[in-house]
C-alpha cells in the first residue's frame, strides 16, 4: 500500500514550457485534490475531483487543467508555466473519512 | 466563508518547555478541525482531528488539541517539546466530511536545546 504517490519529485521549467505532474493513489478514494504551497501562504487549492470523471475548481485555478483519469489517478497539467508557477505541489485524496492524505510533493521552478 | 488564521509564524521553544500553537477559525456551521505536521522536504501528516465527538483531542507524538466553541479556537498544545518536533504545523478547517480543506498559513516551530 503506497498511499498517495507523485511524479515528479522535482522540476524546472522554462516560462511557456508545458508539463504535467501525475499522482496516484491505491486507498480507493473517490475524491482527490491538488493543492500548492508557497511560503507564508499555507496550501491553496487549485482543484479538485469529489469522484472518477468530475473536477472542479478550487481557490487558484488559473493556469492549470486537471484530469481525472480513473479512480485512482489525478493529473494536473500546467499549458503555458509561468515563473508565478513556481511552488511546492501537492497531491491529495479521501473517501469518505474526514482527513486528507498527502503526497510527497512535487517542487517545480519555473525560470 | 470558512477561514482559519494561525497567530504566529514562527515560535521558538526550548527542550522541555510546553508548545503552545494558536489556531482559531470562522465557520457558519460546526466545523471539522485538523492539525498537520510538515517535516522539512515532505509532505503532510495528520497530528489529529475534531469531527463533534469530545471536545479535547489526543493525537500523535504526544500532541493534542482543545475545540473551543465559545472562542472558537483550536489550539495545539504538548507537554514537553523535543528536537524532533521542529517542523511545520498546519490547521485546517472544513465544514463537511469528504470536502476540501481550508488551511492556514503555518506556524514554524523551532526547537533548541
Known amino acids: 500500500n503506497a498511499g498517495v504517490t507523485q511524479t515528479p519529485k522535482f522540476q524546472v521549467l522554462k516560462t511557456g514550457q508545458s508539463m504535467t505532474l501525475q499522482c496516484a493513489q491505491d486507498m480507493n478514494h473517490n475524491s482527490m485534490y491538488w493543492y500548492r504551497q508557497d511560503p507564508g501562504m499555507g496550501l491553496r487549492l487549485i482543484y479538485y475531483?469529489?469522484?472518477?470523471?468530475?473536477?472542479d475548481k478550487g481557490e487558484v485555478p488559473n493556469g492549470y487543467n486537471v484530469s481525472r483519469l480513473n479512480k485512482r489517478e489525478f493529473s494536473l497539467r500546467l499549458e503555458s508555466a509561468a515563473p508565478s508557477q513556481t511552488s511546492v505541489y501537492f497531491c491529495?485524496?479521501?473517501?469518505?473519512?474526514?482527513?486528507?492524505?498527502f503526497g510527497p510533493g512535487t517542487r517545480l521552478t519555473v525560470t | 466563508a470558512q477561514s482559519v488564521t494561525q497567530l504566529g509564524s514562527h515560535v521558538s521553544v526550548s527542550e522541555g518547555a510546553l508548545v503552545l500553537l494558536r489556531c482559531n477559525y470562522s465557520s457558519s456551521v460546526p466545523p471539522y478541525l485538523f492539525w498537520y505536521v510538515q517535516y522539512p522536504n515532505q509532505g503532510l501528516q495528520l497530528l489529529l482531528k475534531y469531527t463533534s465527538a469530545a471536545t479535547l483531542v489526543k493525537g500523535i507524538n504526544g500532541f493534542e488539541a482543545e475545540f473551543k466553541k465559545s472562542e472558537t479556537s483550536f489550539h495545539l498544545t504538548k507537554p514537553s517539546a523535543h528536537m524532533s518536533d521542529a517542523a511545520e504545523y498546519f490547521c485546517?478547517?472544513?465544514?463537511?466530511?469528504?470536502?476540501?480543506?481550508?488551511f492556514g498559513k503555518g506556524t514554524t516551530l523551532s526547537v533548541s536545546s
Open positions: 475531483s469529489a469522484s472518477e470523471g468530475t473536477t
Open positions: 491529495a485524496s479521501h473517501r469518505d473519512s474526514y482527513e486528507q492524505y
Open positions: 485546517a478547517v472544513s465544514e463537511q466530511a469528504g470536502t476540501a480543506l481550508i
